[in-house]
Structure formats: structure tokens, C-alpha cells
């Protein structure tokens, strides 16, 4: 149960002065809540910036475009003259070293002849402009009586909105929200704050929404600092805790003595890379441990991560159990099906595929077969796991292509506490701080070594008004016997979608172009097609009886035809980095040297010609994730449409990623010697749980 210290925090927003029934819609959306927003929300919704009043020089001092606050003698109004009423209401002011014009357009007379009396003394704050050489502010943003002035925050929060909710509005709210902030006990070593400078959480808190200088606000000052490792820690925690709670001794060695493995070796047409080999080995190590394995096997497109997930799950069924590959798509589903099963065959194992497109008879016997053991490998999509399928003896689950799953349902499978030893494999070669972030210490294998013979893909940017050209190439590639991937962006799937992003209907002219040009040889593939017409499509080109393939991002993930060495992909601007690199992936696996055109829509944005760059410039995974992290932020990078890390509302990879290292270990001593979170500081680790919506990890403690 919460303690009851934190209810003020979690009450909901509207019970906050002036947050009415209207209002909380607005809050829900502007602070993204699943539910009715509570004051923690808000609490933790930062400013995005600050405006400093400050500065306060004389009139001849004041540099115009900056934000001053000024001592200002009223002299004199000038309505708008008579019958034009859209021209401005002017109010002359003056001190001893010049004078300045205030300006406001649709202003209410008698309101701002009560605000600048004339003959007073007023404190005007806003941006002082020049216009026509004479200085004057237009709108200013404070206009107070010199007693009123103490009032004026000199340093003044800037919020994020939504549309409805002004500026001014969230300012008070936040105000009323930290007015609540209850006196928590501190969840961090006084060694460790102390060392850091870091203040107390409240009064971080406090810092970031009321700041009085730009360095309480800094990204890496020492209050937002303190919140972001707050939040950085909630998440090592949780998840160390719910490792250590599937890390319990599962009581189950998955040991095999290599025989089927040894068979399996002999079919394949290749000899393993050393990095293959070496995962293979690692993971049959954690497989044959007492504990249950998580292990990511991040491998490049093509580095060959589907005979590695075959060696295991041969591994287990020496041990006589079976394994399950999830993969994200039916299309990748089947196409791991094809691959594997003739392999398995030569090691006398039974692969079936189950999705939901398996009906009737059919579908009975493969849930037979799995519920008897005589299907010893099942590839699937998620259907696998949500609906009632019944294993004999299901010993190892291989998730492919986690990052399109999502964290959320990757815990939710991991804690479902079942002692099945789990294999995710990623083709986004993740960076280290973000294996930290969502996997805690989950263990890595990586195949960082291309097989060999494969030859490096010529990549070229060409502007669309060579479309012309290019057809013309793509034509003599064709009848050079080659065969070719267009690909065609999706408003659905762009990364910055607007007006101008291509649709299904721009890749159906596409496609109408290529075919009145090639006849039969072109052929379409996109995510609104039924799957058997899908993959009969894939099957016509897979064999060679089209060549020329018109597709959407289905092909994204996976999909394996050597024979095709050129991609073209269209209105290449609208895809990101990761998706870039996946696709292009697909081409230069064959003996032939493979080209890719990147085919763009000018002018570009200034991250749009980066990524197209680097495409250019490199084919190395791990490189092109770093600096796809650095160009769009971590959300898109493991495929949540979101800004910033997804599921961190303070912490930011830019700014705080050197703080994760430190989480990482603070929250491994703390589960070391203190995992039922019992001690004082455990209790105050709870509040931090709760408070960074991480309290599912305490369920875990009592089951433990
Ligand atoms: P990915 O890591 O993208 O899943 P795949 O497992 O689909 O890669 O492998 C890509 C291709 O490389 C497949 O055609 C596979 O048969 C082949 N392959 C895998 N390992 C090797 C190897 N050691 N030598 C040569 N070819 C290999
Ligand atoms: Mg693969």
C-alpha cells in the first residue's frame, strides 16, 4: 500500500485552487496521464525554459531584443485616432536617460488607462525593440505599480502548454502543487548528496519550477541533477528487482550434450563467425545455470542472429524441451519458419508456425503437437503467447526484433515469472546507456562481425528531379538480369510526418509508373494488403518471377531475398536513421555488389541531410545508433513515437546519461543488502518507487 505521507502528492490535480472539472482535461493532455492528472504530474513538469527579468538598466542602457525590466514616469496616452481602430493604443513613457513607446493592439481603453495613470511611476517588464530608430515594447509582459513589483518573479518559469492552457495558469497550479510537497524522508546517501551538492527532493523540486538564477535551472545543475538520478534510480531499482526476482534459481539446467547441435552445424552451407560462436557458447552457458536467462543478442542486419537462436533452441531441446520464436510480424514469422525449419529437419526437430492467420484443423494440430512435445520449435507472432497455447515443456522463449515489442510488454512477459529462459535478439544495435536504461543488467552477447563474402553496399544520395535517371539505371540493372526493392514511405510510418509525406496512394502511382514502364516484372507489397497476398508477393519476387518489388516498410524487419543487390528507397528524407540502416540491410547479402539510392525530396532540414550523410558515410550498426541517438533524441530509437527517453518524464539521455552508471550501482548494492527494501532507506526507496510510478517492482518484493 502507498504510504499516506505521499497522498498529497497523488490527489487528484482538480483538487489544486483554480484546477476546475474544465480544466483537467486540458492537464490530462498537456502532462500526458493515463488517468485524471494528480499534483505529481504537474509536479514533475518542468519548465522548458526561463525568461529573465533581471536585467534592469536605464533606457539608454537597454539593448534592444533583450528582456528588461525598467523604472518607467508615465507621460502621456495615444489612443488610436478616431475610426481606425485596429491602429494601436501607444502609452509615452520616459525616464531621466530617454524615452520609450508602449504599444498594445486590440487593447481595452479604460484598462490601460487604470494600468499607466499618467504621472506615476510604473515597473514595466518585456523585450525592448526599435522600431523606426525609436525604442518601444509591444505588449509588455508586467506592467505593476513600484509597491506591487516585489511580487514579480525576476526569474520566470516558461511551461510547455496545450492549447487552452495559458501560461499564466500553469505558473499558479505549479505554484499551488509545490505548496503540497510534503516532507519526505531521503531516499540517497547524505555522502552521496553531500558529495554531489545536491539539495533535498522538495527543495529540488522547488528550484526547477521557482528558479532564481539560470544555473538552478541548468540541465546539469545540481537540482535537476538530483531529479533526473531520482528517476534514474526508481528505474535501476524496479528493474533490478524485477531481475532479481527471475533470476531466482528456476531449478532448471537446460543442458544438452551438443549432439543435435553438432547435426545442425554439419547441414548449415557456412561456417560460423567467431562472434556467432561465441554467443552461442555464452548463451548455452546461461542456459545450462540454475538461473533463468535474459540475454540480448544484438547483431547488426545480417550479422546472422537467426542461426545463433536456432543453436539454442536446438541447445534445448537436447535437454528435451521445446522453444518459442516470437517475431513482430507475420510476414518475418513465416519467412524464420522457412529458414529454420529445413535446418531443424536435419536434426530430426519439428518446426511449426502459429499465428493468427492458422485456423480450423490445422491449427488443432499444431496446438497438439505443441501441447504433446512433438513440436519441438514454434515461430509466432505475439498471438504465441496470448492466447492459449499449451507446451508440453516450454524451455526457451527467443523474442525477435525486440524493439518493436516495446518495454512494457517485455516486463510483463519477463515477469509473468514462467522459468523459461529468454533470448531477445535486436538488429538496432542499442547503445550501452540505453541496454542500462531498459534492461537493467541484462547480459548482451553481440555479432558485431559480418559473415563473410559479404560485400560493402554502394550508397548514393540523389535528388528527386533525376527520378528520370534513375528509372533509366534501374531499368539496365534489369535487364542485367538484377532485381530491385523500391521502397515507399507511409504517412503512418514517417518520422516527421506533414503534408508532404507520401501515401499509399503516392506509392500506388509509384508503382503504376514502374509497372507502365516494366510490365509484369514490378509487383506491390504494402501493410494494407491481406497477408496471403503479401506473401504470395514476397514469394513471387523470393523466386524470381518479379523483379522489381514496390514496398512500404513491410520489408523492414528481416525479410531475406540474397538475389535482390538494389534498393532504391523513395522520398528517402521521411525515414529515420535506425529505419534507414534496417532497410538497407536487406540488399548486399547475395554475391553480387549491392547499391542503394537514397532518392530525396529537396530542400531537405538540416537532420534529414545529416541522416542521409551518415548513411552515406557508413554501414557500421553501432556507429549509426549513436548517431541516431545524438540527432533524434532516444524515444524513436527503440521505436516509441515519443520525444525524450520513453517512460522519463526529468531525466535526459544528453544531459544525465554519465548519471546512470551511478544508479545502476547504487541500485544493485541496495538489492544486495537490503532487497525487501525493509531498512529505514528502504522505506523512503519505496516513496521513490511510487513516486516515479515504478511500484509494480514492490509487488515483486513480497512475491520473492
Ligand atoms: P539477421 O541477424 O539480420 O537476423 P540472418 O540471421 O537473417 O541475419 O542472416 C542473414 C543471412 O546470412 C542469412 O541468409 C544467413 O543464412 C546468412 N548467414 C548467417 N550466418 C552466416 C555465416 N556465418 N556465414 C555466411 N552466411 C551466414
Ligand atoms: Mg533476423
Known amino acids: 500500500m502507498r504510504p499516506t505521507r505521499l497522498d498529497p502528492l497523488f490527489a487528484r490535480l482538480t483538487t489544486l485552487k483554480g484546477v476546475g472539472a474544465k480544466l483537467e482535461g486540458l492537464y490530462a493532455k498537456l502532462l500526458a496521464s493515463e488517468g485524471p492528472p494528480r499534483v505529481v504530474d504537474l509536479l514533475f513538469h518542468l519548465p522548458s525554459g526561463l525568461i529573465d527579468r533581471r536585467s534592469r538598466p536605464t533606457l539608454a542602457e537597454a539593448v534592444p531584443g533583450a528582456i528588461v525590466t525598467l523604472a518607467v514616469l508615465v507621460e502621456r496616452h495615444r489612443p488610436a485616432p478616431p475610426g481606425k481602430s485596429r491602429a494601436p493604443y501607444k502609452v509615452l513613457v520616459s525616464d531621466e536617460t530617454g524615452d520609450l513607446t508602449l504599444v498594445w493592439f486590440n487593447a481595452h481603453r479604460s484598462r490601460i488607462e487604470q494600468m499607466c495613470p499618467v504621472g506615476e511611476t510604473r515597473i514595466v517588464s518585456g523585450r525592448i525593440e526599435l522600431f523606426d530608430g525609436m525604442r518601444q515594447m509591444v505588449h509588455p509582459d508586467r506592467v505593476l505599480a513600484p509597491e506591487q513589483a516585489a511580487t514579480m518573479p525576476m526569474m520566470e518559469p516558461v511551461y510547455p502548454l496545450t492549447e487552452g492552457l495559458g501560461s499564466g495558469h500553469v505558473r499558479r497550479a505549479a505554484e499551488a502543487a509545490l505548496a503540497r510537497l510534503p516532507v519526505l524522508p531521503e531516499w540517497l546517501e547524505p555522502r552521496h548528496l553531500a558529495r554531489e551538492g ?179 520449435i514454434v515461430v509466432g507472432t505475439h498471438a504465441l503467447f496470448q492466447e492459449h497455447v499449451r507446451f508440453h515443456d516450454l524451455g526457451l522463449a527467443v523474442i525477435d526484433e525486440q524493439h518493436r515489442f516495446g518495454v512494457q510488454q517485455r516486463l510483463a512477459l519477463a515477469a509473468k515469472g514462467e522459468a523459461v529462459d529468454l533470448l531477445v535478439m535486436t538488429a538496432t544495435p542499442i547503445p550501452r546507456t540505453l541496454v542500462l536504461t531498459y534492461f537493467g543488467d541484462m547480459e548482451s552477447s553481440q555479432l558485431r562481425e559480418k559473415p563473410a563474402g559479404r560485400k560493402p553496399v554502394d550508397t548514393r544520395v540523389i535528388a528527386m528531379e533525376r527520378l528520370g535517371d534513375v528509372v ?72 524470381g518471377e518479379t523483379r522489381l518489388l514496390v514496398a512500404t516498410t513491410v520489408i523492414e524487419v528481416g525479410v531475406d531475398v540474397p538475389e535482390a543487390s538494389i534498393m532504391v528507397i523513395d522520398h528517402a528524407e521521411h525515414f529515420g536513421l535506425a529505419q534507414l540502416h534496417q532497410l538497407r540491410g536487406r540488399i548486399g547479402r547475395g554475391a553480387a555488389a549491392s547499391t542503394c539510392i537514397l532518392l530525396y525530396k529537396g530542400p531537405l532540414r538540416e537532420t534529414a541531410r545529416r541522416r542521409l550523410d551518415i548513411m552515406r ?25 515519443q520525444s525524450g527517453m520513453p517512460g522519463f518524464r526529468l531525466a535526459r539521455l544528453e544531459h544525465h546519461a554519465p548519471l546512470m552508471e551511478t544508479a545502476r550501482s547504487d541500485a544493485r548494492l541496495i538489492i544486495e543488502t537490503d532487497p525487501q527494501l525493509a531498512s529505514a532507506r528502504g522505506a523512503a526507496l519505496r516513496d521513490l518507487l511510487y513516486l516515479f510510478g515504478r511500484n509494480e517492482a514492490i509487488r515483486l518484493i513480497k512475491a520473492g
Open 472 to 543: 533509366d539505371g534501374i531499368g539496365r540493372a534489369l535487364e542485367a538480369g538484377r532485381q530491385v526493392y523500391w521502397v515507399c514511405p507511409l504517412v503512418a510510418e514517417a518520422e516527421e510526418p506533414d503534408e508532404n509525406t507520401p501515401d499509399l496512394a503516392a506509392a500506388e502511382e509509384r508503382f503504376a509508373l514502374l509497372q507502365q514502364r516494366f510490365g509484369a516484372a514490378v509487383d506491390m507489397v504494402h501493410g494494407q494488403m491481406k497477408g496471403t497476398d503479401k506473401d504470395a508477393a514476397m514469394v513471387r519476387f523470393s523466386a
Open 617 to 641: 558515410e557508413t554501414e557500421d550498426g553501432f556507429r549509426i545508433a549513436e548517431e541516431d541517438l545524438t540527432l533524434r533524441g532516444e524515444g524513436d530509437l527503440l521505436g516509441t513515437k
Open 198 to 376: 545536491w539539495p533535498d527532493f522538495a527543495a529540488a523540486l522547488k528550484r526547477m519550477h521557482q528558479p532564481e538564477s539560470p544555473e538552478d535551472f541548468a540541465p546539469d545543475g545540481p537540482a535537476r541533477s538530483r531529479l533526473a538520478y531520482d528517476e534514474l534510480l526508481a528505474n535501476q531499482l524496479a528493474l533490478g528487482l524485477v531481475r532479481a526476482n527471475l533470476k531466482r534459481p528456476a531449478g532448471r539446467r537446460n543442458v544438452g550434450d551438443g549432439s543435435l547441435r553438432e547435426r545442425i552445424a554439419g547441414a548449415l552451407p557456412f561456417a560460423l563467425t567467431g562472434s556467432q560462436t561465441a554467443a552461442i557458447a555464452e548463451i548455452a552457458a546461461d542456459m545450462s545455470a540454475p538461473t533463468r536467462m535474459l540475454r540480448l543478442l544484438q547483431g547488426d542486419v545480417g550479422s546472422g542472429k537467426t542461426v545463433v537462436a536456432l543453436m539454442a533452441m536446438a541447445a534445448a531441446a537436447e535437454a528435451g524441451r521445446q522453444s518459442a520464436l516470437m517475431a513482430p510480424t507475420e510476414l518475418l514469422a513465416r519467412q524464420h519458419a522457412k529458414t529454420l525449419t529445413p535446418l531443424a529437419a536435419a536434426a530430426g526437430l519439428r518446426v511449426a508456425i502459429l499465428t493468427g492467420r492458422e485456423k480450423g484443423r490445422e491449427r488443432e494440430d499444431i496446438l497438439a503437437g505443441l501441447a504433446s512435445g512433438a513440436i519441438a
